[in-house]
């Protein structure tokens, strides 16, 4: 039988430091300088998430576009 082993993993400093990295360098093409558009992302913090290492969780968030 194997054993696994659970890390506790802190994922919302994560997220967002991607998330900052994204909104820094945008992927942008030529039609993309005509218009300027915003995404902008808003996760509710309720705490450190912990979830076994490899796994998937889920973030309800709020995402708008302007």
């Known amino acids: 039988?194997?054993?696994?082993?659970?890390?506790?993993?802190?994922?919302l400093p994560l997220l967002c430091?991607?998330?900052?990295?994204?909104?820094?360098?945008?992927?942008q093409t030529p039609s993309a300088y005509e218009e300027v558009r915003h995404l902008q992302v808003n996760i509710?913090?309720?705490g450190p998430v912990l979830t076994p290492l490899g796994g998937s969780i889920t973030?309800?968030?709020?995402?708008s576009l302007s």
């Open 1 to 11: 039988m194997l054993l696994t082993r659970t890390r506790r993993v802190q994922i």
């Open 17 to 27: 430091a991607v998330c900052h990295l994204t909104l820094a360098f945008p992927a």
């Open 44 to 46: 509710h913090h309720s």
């Open 59 to 63: 973030i309800p968030c709020f995402v």
